[in-house]
């Protein structure tokens, strides 16, 4: 069956501090990969999404970036995070036909301080 | 920005009722619908999802509804369960070869005793 893992569960970062949170997901092939953002009492903001290694959409200029170094591997940066990224950040993953679901890691809550 | 909205912020339900939770998509384009169910502090879980050659499908205790003409979906749930209570949002994803998914703001359900 197929998993995703998603970690840290929780992460404190200084304003100015680098970000990564790293995403895996196993029992899958060619998995389309994403990272929404999600703040308090709002909804899931699509940041990127990629099809392929190495091909990444961005949906939101912001002070992040994503890569895909691998096949099942899903990694969101920021070189100085701003308090403004805080929130809770979720990657999830979907097989490559358009019409099926998209399941979901259990998010890293990151605060900015 | 997201491009699938909801009509109401909250719901209040009293157990046993029916609960009826409303959605517009802006995108005509899209072709597949899902519903989603976010407790607190965890990712999202497939509730239950409808491809735009259908009008309605049900699952267990759920049915889900879909109006193209007027761009709107709706999720019911039947003897709504204080277990219920939670967040729900919808999501579409475009036509072919479009993987972009898009959630709307969400919805707070809670279930009275």
């Known amino acids: 069956s197929q998993t995703i893992h998603q970690w840290p569960a929780t992460l404190v970062q200084p304003v100015g501090s680098p970000l990564s949170l790293e995403c895996t997901v196993e029992?899958?092939?060619?998995?389309?990969l994403y990272w929404y953002r999600q703040a308090a009492g709002r909804g899931l903001q699509l940041l990127f999404y990629?099809?392929?290694?190495?091909?990444i959409s961005s949906e939101v200029p912001q002070n992040l970036s994503a890569s895909r170094p691998q096949d099942r591997q899903f990694i969101l940066s920021s070189k100085k995070l701003l308090l403004s990224d805080s929130g809770f950040y979720l990657c999830?993953?979907?097989?490559?036909?358009?019409?099926?679901?998209?399941?979901f890691g259990q998010g890293t809550r990151l605060t900015v301080v | 920005g997201e491009s699938v909205g909801l009509h109401l912020p909250t719901l209040s339900v009293q157990e046993g009722d029916n609960s009826i939770i409303n959605c517009a998509y802006s995108?005509?384009?899209?072709?597949?619908f899902i519903w989603y169910k976010q407790e607190s502090g965890k990712g999202p879980q497939f509730i239950i999802d409808?491809?735009?050659?259908?009008d309605k499908r049900q699952g267990q205790r759920v049915t889900v509804l879909l109006n193209k003409t007027v761009k709107h979906l709706s999720l019911q749930i039947a003897a709504t369960q204080p277990g219920d209570s939670a967040v729900y949002f919808c999501?579409?994803?475009?036509?072919?070869?479009?993987?972009?998914?898009?959630f709307g703001a969400g919805t707070t359900v809670t279930v009275r005793a």
């Open positions: 999830a993953w979907t097989s490559i036909r358009v019409d099926t679901e998209a399941f």
């Open positions: 029992g899958t092939s060619n998995p389309n």
């Open positions: 990629s099809v392929g290694i190495g091909q």
């Open positions: 995108n005509s384009a899209s072709d597949y």
């Open positions: 409808i491809r735009s050659n259908m």
């Open positions: 999501a579409e994803k475009g036509g072919s070869n479009d993987y972009k998914l898009s």
